[in-house]
């Protein structure tokens, strides 16, 4: 055996350190980046993956320790022995590089403190809930939610005693007031809290406008605990409105939608201030339920133009329901550009930055009318989902709204007449010309 070479005077080998990106330029003249440029390189550092300018995805399910230390002091911060979360890559159940990234950058957009991500825009908003109620508790919501929320709430957590009350989306000050009283005394009866009040804004596929401000003056003045307000932002996200700015705590996103933009991955997100998250997080290590690192990176691939798509697909839904409005075939439109109430008005002015592009139309005639101005669509795909590059239509009453009890369906305002549109970055006079040509069929 011949001796290998040993260099005495080689310097010590440092342990990588976990990204930790050079001192990275957030503001530039005094003010601060703005979300479109620290989508391109916010908490990554290319030196610490062989310069390589986009992340590379890190497939691998654990994390070697750098030494039993270190490993001990990381658990400390997984299991909340310390203070402050994890400072160390432990195991892909609880976290990852390209996650940790996703993360850094989807928080940028709401102004939040965190953010997590998850595996479906339904995982993050159930474990976000389950993370928050107990045994007896109430979860006021709004109304109507997206189904697979009102769901979970009505037929899975009520299982597990938790009980529900909702309200109307435009509801005022007053009924708020109303509303939590009623939320108190049943609470009270079932030796629980409020644990929750959860939004959906605008709501689908009505597009009724919840006021934010309004749900948290009547929290502070009716719930003297810490009792957060939840919201889902999947339709206006996270362009055209920030909801944390108007008084929620917790944001919660389908990425599948606009922020994926490209329906070609399924993810969600919550974000928040780290006090809020740091429940859903515990709960996220225990349940799993994380986004996977591909699908992490195919979202950051997203994000960088995230605004760019979404602000073309406003422009081309204005352009769109412009023709639309005027149009003999078509009896309405559910168009947050064309608000015809003074109190949604005033809730749009105050909280939206913009219209978005998902809305619907009311045609003349029902079922048989709409089917045949959607068998005659060549631009538009017939599906569900929405915020993607391409435009979609889809047909509520008999498709995502199918099994909604028929008196519901009417309280909501889902009739056979509408048509879901939600429109994509094609060119504006090619969807126009699509869609009146469709309109003949009815
Ligand atoms: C699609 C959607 C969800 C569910 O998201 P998934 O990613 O499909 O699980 C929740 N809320 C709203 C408003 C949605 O449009």
């Given at each position: 055996m011949t001796d290998l070479p040993v260099d005495?005077?080689?310097?010590p080998i440092e342990p990588t350190p976990r990204r930790k990106p050079k001192p990275e330029r957030t503001e530039i003249g005094g003010r601060p980046l703005k979300p479109s440029t620290l989508?391109?390189?916010?908490?990554?550092?290319p030196v610490l993956s062989e310069g390589s300018l986009k992340a590379p995805i890190f497939l691998t399910s654990t994390f070697a320790f750098p030494s039993a230390a270190d490993g001990k002091r990381h658990f400390e911060g997984i299991t909340g022995?310390?203070?402050?979360?994890?400072?160390g890559l432990v195991y892909s159940r609880f976290n990852g590089p390209n996650q940790e990234i996703l993360e850094d950058r989807l928080a940028i957009w709401d102004g939040a403190e965190d953010a997590l991500t998850f595996s479906s825009g339904m995982t993050a908003i159930c474990v976000l809930m389950m993370a928050y109620v107990s045994q007896g508790d109430v979860i006021v919501h709004s109304g109507p939610l997206y189904a697979a929320s009102e769901g979970f709430v009505s037929k899975v957590l009520s299982k597990f005693g938790v009980t529900y009350i909702d309200f109307p989306a435009g509801a005022s000050r007053e009924e708020l007031d109303d509303v939590l009283k009623r939320a108190k005394c049943q609470a009270g009866e079932n030796g629980g809290k409020v644990a929750m009040i959860y939004l959906e804004?605008?709501?689908?596929?009505?597009?009724a406008l919840v006021d934010i401000e309004a749900v948290k003056e009547a929290r502070d003045a009716n719930l003297k605990w810490d009792c957060p307000i939840a919201i889902d932002n999947t339709f206006l996200g996270p362009l055209w409105q920030r909801p944390l700015d108007h008084g929620a705590d917790i944001v919660a996103y389908s990425l599948t939608k606009y922020v994926g933009g490209h329906s070609d991955l399924v993810a969600g997100s919550i974000a928040g201030a780290k006090k809020w998250m740091d429940p859903v997080r515990a709960l996220r290590n225990t349940m799993g339920g994380i986004v996977d690192p591909n699908t992490a990176w195919m979202l950051l691939r997203s994000l960088e133009t995230v605004e760019l798509r979404m602000q073309r697909a406003g422009e081309n839904a204005e352009k769109v329901c412009e023709c639309l409005k005027a149009?003999?075939?078509?009896?309405g439109l559910g168009y947050l550009g064309h608000i015809k109430d003074a109190r949604q008005q005033y809730i749009f002015d105050r909280h939206c930055k913009g219209a978005g592009s998902t809305f619907s139309v009311f045609l003349k005639g029902g079922e048989t009318e709409c089917f045949r101005f959607l068998d005659h669509l060549t631009i538009a795909k017939l599906a569900v989902s929405l915020g993607g590059t391409e435009t979609l239509a889809s047909h509520p009453a008999s498709m995502?709204?199918?099994?909604?009890p028929d008196e519901r369906k009417a309280a909501l305002g889902i009739t056979d007449s509408l048509v879901r549109i939600s429109i994509g970055i094609e060119d504006a006079d090619d969807l126009i010309a699509d869609f009146e040509q469709a309109l003949e069929h009815v």
């Open positions: 005495q005077n080689a310097a989508m391109m390189g916010h908490g990554f550092d022995k310390r203070e402050g979360g994890a400072d804004s605008p709501a689908n596929p009505t597009n149009h003999p075939k078509v009896t995502t709204h199918l099994s909604v």
